[in-house]
């Protein structure tokens, strides 16, 4: 492995040279100092150094750069490398903005210029945050590759899962040169993609999701058999309830079929949640959740579906599809929902083709150019157009209704309409879908007038709603029409308790009717669906179980 990278942006020349001779004379030995002279620049940079499968250990970047000053930068690296370390260049007259930076892009510090002599003013600043990221460096897995094909569902899913996961990859299509070089040497063919290498060089030919989190460093077996806390879901709930529930000594075991983050990981950017004024990545945010709670020391199981709940006495026991369980004193239910399918001829057999559900956005950089039609009119779909505007020529949003007033919050609607290439059509409906090896055709109607007109595109991305993953809960608790679990007073009716409940006191606010089963997020019934709201109920919780356990 190549040493670990320090990367200095400056587009002044001598200041970009004063601080990669003291940097590279003290650090030169142990690590590789890379120069950038923009914000675009620098981030190629780091695009290459991630490919590769290498780490950068710090970024120091000048704030007062054209075109993208040292936040802006410093914001976009962090979806690269989240844990290295920031530091702005700053002169004393923007000493308020690189303090701003502070929240917008969790800087670390900030260095005032000049930093003469580098002995006092510059390495023990260096040395403190080269320590800290020793002590929690990158641990991903450097050098994953993905061969596949281009409009491969399966393909996309194992690219979507990696990115989901935040397990670099380089993606290789199955006609490129190299891409055939590795699958002969697989002793593969086209059709056997996607074939996954690890970096210790095991092949996986059409790796099922399980197999792969296996092989790419993710956790997959519980290390216990009993815990006090088993928390179903990684979504903004589960990872609240997984940080209060560790940080205050419960034994907690975080459960989660696919990826962290829900679908609030798969936001290109969340405004409106406290704290960050410039917004924040839902990847970004569901990976600080994520290292928190594993450092307050909870676990995190991936791949691992949940198919039953059952009470055995005082212990709740949490059953998997692979015929094992784990049993735990009480359960946090917080396995979100799902984007509710469109039922339109066509889209079906175009999943993971060019029709996808949520974001997408390792699709991102393919639709440069295009134009795009996103189905919805929530803050989701909104996110994802203002997101997949920088890449796209047109993007084209499908709405039911006369505008977006009623379903999205106001700030989008006012960054959609400030957008020149973002295009909202009213009263229009997706009908048909069709193409051969990928999507190439939508149909969509007007509703009110009945006419049909055809469209030529390759994107469609759907967010149409949503519904609770709770259909493997079955009778264990009691749930709306809906499917979503009722918790609380709404389990009380007309004074009555809920059928089977048998201790001597109504059900807490986020209990389900199985004393001890609580409920937080979006599968909650009634419950505010926002990233804020569902943090707040996964922490409200950890402090009912608290009481619960209290009383047992």
């Known amino acids: 492995m190549a040493n670990p990278a320090i990367l200095t942006v400056d587009d002044d020349p001598a200041v970009s040279r004063s601080v990669a001779r003291d940097v590279r004379r003290r650090y030169g030995d142990r690590y590789r100092v890379v120069r950038a002279d923009s914000g675009p620049s620098a981030l190629e940079a780091l695009r290459e150094i991630k490919l590769r499968g290498e780490q950068v250990a710090l970024m120091l970047a000048d704030y007062r750069m054209p075109e993208m000053n040292g936040i802006q930068f410093l914001e976009s690296a962090m979806d690269i490398f989240p844990r290295a370390r920031r530091v702005l260049l700053t002169a004393y007259a923007d000493t308020d903005a690189a303090i701003d930076a502070i929240n917008v892009v969790d800087l670390d510090h900030y260095l005032l210029k000049p930093w003469n002599p580098p002995e006092e003013k510059l390495y023990p600043v260096v040395d403190e945050l080269l320590d800290a990221w020793l002590a929690a460096p990158d641990l991903s897995i450097p050098d994953t590759k993905v061969v596949g094909h281009r409009w491969s569902a399966p393909s996309f899913a194992v690219r979507d899962f990696l990115a989901r996961n935040l397990v670099p990859y380089r993606w290789l299509t199955c006609d490129d040169a190299e891409g055939m070089r590795l699958l002969a040497a697989a002793g593969a063919g086209p059709d056997d993609v996607p074939l996954v ?303 089977g409940w048998a201790l001597p006191r109504d059900p807490y606010h986020l209990e389900s009717s199985m004393p001890g089963v609580f409920a937080a997020g979006d599968v909650r019934a009634y419950s505010v669906k926002r990233v804020a709201s569902a943090v707040g109920e996964g922490a409200m919780a950890v402090s009912l179980i608290h009481r619960y356990l209290e009383a047992q």
């Open 197 to 499: 290498i690890t970096p210790d060089g095991v092949t996986l030919v059409k790796p099922t999701e399980s197999a792969l989190a296996a092989h790419v460093g993710l956790t997959t077996t519980p290390a216990e058999e009993f815990y006090d806390l088993v928390v179903v879901g990684a979504g903004p709930a589960g990872l609240g309830a997984s940080v209060y529930g560790a940080s205050e000594g419960l034994r907690t075991v975080l459960v989660e079929q696919r990826a962290t983050g829900g679908q609030a990981g798969q936001s290109s950017r969340i405004e409106n949640y406290l704290g960050f004024p410039d917004g924040v990545s839902g990847a970004q945010l569901t990976d600080r959740a994520r290292r928190q709670a594993q450092r307050f020391g909870a676990e995190i199981l991936t791949t691992r579906e949940v198919v039953a709940l059952d009470s055995c006495g005082s212990t709740r026991l949490i059953r998997f599809s692979d015929g094992t369980s784990v049993a735990a004193h009480t359960v946090v239910l917080a396995t979100g929902v799902a984007y509710r399918l469109l039922d339109v001829p066509g889209l079906a057999e175009m999943t993971g083709r060019g029709v996808f559900y949520g974001s997408a956005a390792t699709e991102a950089p393919s639709c440069s150019g295009e134009e795009i039609y996103i189905v919805g009119g929530a803050n989701s779909a909104g996110q994802a157009a203002v997101y997949f505007s920088r890449y796209a020529r047109q993007v084209h949003m499908l709405i039911r209704g006369p505008d977006l007033t009623r379903s999205m919050s106001s700030y989008l609607v006012d960054q959609i309409a400030a957008i020149p290439n973002i295009e909202v059509h009213p009263h229009t409906q997706v009908v048909g879908a069709g193409g051969g090896e990928h999507l190439e055709t939508l149909s969509l109607c007007d509703p009110r007038s009945g006419q049909v007109r055809e469209v030529h595109t390759s994107w469609l991305f759907i967010f149409i709603g949503a519904e609770p993953r709770t259909d493997w809960l079955d009778k264990a608790v009691v749930r709306d029409r809906n499917g979503f679990v009722l918790t609380g007073s709404d389990l009380v009716v007309d004074g009555r308790r809920p059928p």
